[in-house]
Protein backbone atom coordinates (compact mmCIF):
# COMPACT_ATOMS: atom_id res chain seq x y z
CA UNK A 1 0.00 0.00 0.00
CA UNK A 2 1.34 3.37 -0.55
CA UNK A 3 2.22 5.98 2.30
CA UNK A 4 -0.38 8.48 0.93
CA UNK A 5 -3.30 6.53 1.30
CA UNK A 6 -1.58 4.76 4.67
CA UNK A 7 -1.85 8.52 5.96
CA UNK A 8 -5.06 8.67 4.68
CA UNK A 9 -6.60 5.53 6.49
CA UNK A 10 -5.06 6.18 9.09
CA UNK A 11 -6.43 9.59 9.75
CA UNK A 12 -9.50 8.19 9.28
CA UNK A 13 -8.80 5.96 12.36
CA UNK A 14 -8.62 2.55 10.37
CA UNK A 15 -6.24 0.12 12.83
CA UNK A 16 -4.94 -1.72 10.10
CA UNK A 17 -3.36 1.83 8.38
CA UNK A 18 -1.93 2.62 11.88
CA UNK A 19 -0.55 -1.20 12.62
CA UNK A 20 1.11 -0.82 9.32
CA UNK A 21 2.55 2.59 9.94
CA UNK A 22 3.97 1.07 13.35
CA UNK A 23 5.72 -1.95 11.49
CA UNK A 24 7.19 0.20 9.45
CA UNK A 25 8.72 3.22 11.43
CA UNK A 26 8.85 1.53 14.97
CA UNK A 27 12.48 0.79 14.71
CA UNK A 28 13.48 3.35 13.78
CA UNK A 29 12.06 5.42 16.25
CA UNK A 30 13.57 3.01 18.91
CA UNK A 31 16.76 3.51 17.38
CA UNK A 32 16.81 7.49 17.99
CA UNK A 33 15.80 6.72 21.67
CA UNK A 34 18.45 4.16 21.82
CA UNK A 35 21.27 6.61 20.11
CA UNK A 36 20.31 9.40 22.95
CA UNK A 37 21.43 6.79 25.61
CA UNK A 38 17.93 6.50 27.21
CA UNK A 39 16.83 3.58 29.52
CA UNK A 40 14.33 1.52 28.60
CA UNK A 41 11.55 3.08 30.49
CA UNK A 42 12.77 6.61 28.88
CA UNK A 43 12.98 5.48 25.37
CA UNK A 44 9.64 4.26 25.85
CA UNK A 45 8.00 7.05 26.62
CA UNK A 46 9.89 8.40 23.60
CA UNK A 47 8.60 6.45 21.15
CA UNK A 48 4.86 6.33 22.55
CA UNK A 49 4.92 10.37 22.70
CA UNK A 50 6.23 10.54 18.85
CA UNK A 51 3.31 8.44 17.77
CA UNK A 52 1.03 10.92 19.91
CA UNK A 53 2.52 13.64 17.88
CA UNK A 54 2.07 11.93 14.57
CA UNK A 55 -1.87 11.06 15.85
CA UNK A 56 -1.83 15.17 16.92
CA UNK A 57 -0.47 16.25 13.74
CA UNK A 58 -1.85 13.57 10.74
CA UNK A 59 -3.90 16.38 8.92
CA UNK A 60 -1.59 19.01 8.62
CA UNK A 61 1.53 16.46 6.85
CA UNK A 62 1.09 17.85 3.36
CA UNK A 63 4.00 15.30 1.47
CA UNK A 64 3.75 11.56 2.73
CA UNK A 65 7.21 10.86 1.65
CA UNK A 66 8.32 13.21 4.17
CA UNK A 67 7.28 11.13 7.11
CA UNK A 68 10.05 9.14 8.34
CA UNK A 69 11.78 12.89 8.35
CA UNK A 70 9.04 14.24 10.33
CA UNK A 71 8.78 11.35 13.25
CA UNK A 72 12.85 11.29 13.27
CA UNK A 73 12.75 14.86 13.85
CA UNK A 74 9.67 14.55 16.28
CA UNK A 75 11.43 11.63 18.16
CA UNK A 76 15.19 13.78 18.31
CA UNK A 77 13.31 16.56 19.67
CA UNK A 78 10.91 14.20 22.44
CA UNK A 79 14.68 12.48 23.25
CA UNK A 80 16.45 16.17 23.97
CA UNK A 81 13.01 16.74 25.85
CA UNK A 82 14.03 14.30 28.28
CA UNK A 83 16.86 14.33 28.50
CA UNK A 84 16.61 18.07 29.61
CA UNK A 85 13.91 17.03 32.13
CA UNK A 86 16.33 14.35 33.19
CA UNK A 87 19.27 16.58 34.35
CA UNK A 88 16.27 18.81 36.27
CA UNK A 89 15.82 15.63 38.88
CA UNK A 90 18.09 15.51 41.56
CA UNK A 91 18.10 11.31 42.94
CA UNK A 92 17.87 10.93 46.28
CA UNK A 93 18.45 7.37 48.35
CA UNK A 94 15.24 8.11 49.50
CA UNK A 95 12.07 9.03 47.46
CA UNK A 96 9.84 9.21 50.26
CA UNK A 97 9.21 12.93 51.61
CA UNK A 98 11.79 13.03 54.59
CA UNK A 99 9.24 13.63 57.79
CA UNK A 100 10.80 15.97 59.02
CA UNK A 101 9.30 18.29 56.43
CA UNK A 102 5.85 17.01 56.70
CA UNK A 103 3.67 18.83 59.59
CA UNK A 104 2.27 16.62 62.16
CA UNK A 105 -0.93 16.31 62.45
CA UNK A 106 -3.47 17.48 64.72
CA UNK A 107 -5.71 14.96 64.55
CA UNK A 108 -7.82 16.26 67.79
CA UNK A 109 -8.01 19.65 66.36
CA UNK A 110 -9.14 18.18 62.54
CA UNK A 111 -11.64 16.03 64.68
CA UNK A 112 -13.16 19.27 66.07
CA UNK A 113 -13.06 21.11 62.79
CA UNK A 114 -15.13 18.34 61.60
CA UNK A 115 -17.90 18.07 64.68
CA UNK A 116 -17.99 21.91 64.68
CA UNK A 117 -18.81 21.98 60.72
CA UNK A 118 -21.14 19.57 61.35
CA UNK A 119 -22.85 21.17 64.28
CA UNK A 120 -23.18 24.38 62.27
CA UNK A 121 -25.26 22.56 59.07
CA UNK A 122 -27.17 21.28 61.68
CA UNK A 123 -27.69 24.51 63.60
CA UNK A 124 -28.54 25.99 59.74
CA UNK A 125 -31.36 23.74 59.53
CA UNK A 126 -33.17 25.13 62.38
CA UNK A 127 -36.02 27.47 62.13
CA UNK A 128 -35.15 31.02 62.49
CA UNK A 129 -36.11 31.82 66.10
CA UNK A 130 -35.08 28.65 67.02
CA UNK A 131 -31.59 29.94 65.91
CA UNK A 132 -32.18 33.66 67.60
CA UNK A 133 -33.23 32.07 71.13
CA UNK A 134 -30.28 29.41 71.00
CA UNK A 135 -27.57 31.93 69.99
CA UNK A 136 -28.62 34.30 72.91
CA UNK A 137 -28.46 31.63 75.29
CA UNK A 138 -24.69 31.00 74.40
CA UNK A 139 -23.83 34.36 74.90
CA UNK A 140 -21.06 35.28 76.95
CA UNK A 141 -22.29 37.00 79.61
CA UNK A 142 -25.23 35.25 79.02
CA UNK A 143 -28.32 37.54 78.89
CA UNK A 144 -31.10 37.10 81.41
CA UNK A 145 -34.52 35.45 80.77
CA UNK A 146 -36.13 38.53 81.10
CA UNK A 147 -33.60 40.39 78.49
CA UNK A 148 -33.86 37.61 76.28
CA UNK A 149 -37.94 37.67 76.14
CA UNK A 150 -38.02 41.14 75.77
CA UNK A 151 -35.20 40.65 72.41
CA UNK A 152 -37.58 37.57 70.74
CA UNK A 153 -41.24 39.09 72.21
CA UNK A 154 -41.50 35.73 74.11
CA UNK A 155 -42.68 34.77 77.42
CA UNK A 156 -40.06 34.45 80.19
CA UNK A 157 -42.34 30.92 81.28
CA UNK A 158 -42.27 29.72 77.16
CA UNK A 159 -37.94 30.17 76.89
CA UNK A 160 -37.13 27.03 78.90
CA UNK A 161 -39.51 24.92 77.20
CA UNK A 162 -38.59 26.49 73.62
CA UNK A 163 -35.15 26.00 74.55
CA UNK A 164 -35.70 22.67 75.26
CA UNK A 165 -37.49 21.59 71.61
CA UNK A 166 -35.13 23.50 69.75
CA UNK A 167 -32.19 21.41 70.95
CA UNK A 168 -34.39 18.09 70.16
CA UNK A 169 -34.91 19.57 67.21
CA UNK A 170 -30.78 19.72 66.65
CA UNK A 171 -30.21 16.17 68.11
CA UNK A 172 -32.16 14.64 65.71
CA UNK A 173 -31.15 17.16 62.30
CA UNK A 174 -27.66 15.90 63.17
CA UNK A 175 -26.42 12.47 61.94
CA UNK A 176 -26.29 9.65 64.36
CA UNK A 177 -22.85 8.97 65.67
CA UNK A 178 -21.59 12.01 63.67
CA UNK A 179 -20.97 14.54 66.40
CA UNK A 180 -19.64 13.13 69.63
CA UNK A 181 -19.38 15.40 72.77
CA UNK A 182 -16.62 16.72 73.91
CA UNK A 183 -16.14 17.29 77.76
CA UNK A 184 -15.71 21.01 78.54
CA UNK A 185 -12.05 22.24 78.78
CA UNK A 186 -10.54 23.09 82.46
CA UNK A 187 -10.15 26.35 83.26
CA UNK A 188 -6.73 25.70 84.54
Not at 97 to 106: E, G, N, Q
Request: net charge negative.
Amino acid sequence: MELGELLQLAAAGDRAAWGALVDRYERLLWGIARSHRLDESSASDVVQTTWMRLVEHIDTLRNPDALAGWLATTARNECLRMLRHQSRQVPTEDDRIPSDTVPPVDDARLLEQERDAELWRAFATLSARCQSLLRLLTTEPAPSYEEIGAALGMAVGSIGPTRGRCLESLRTSIEPGRIKATPPRSAG
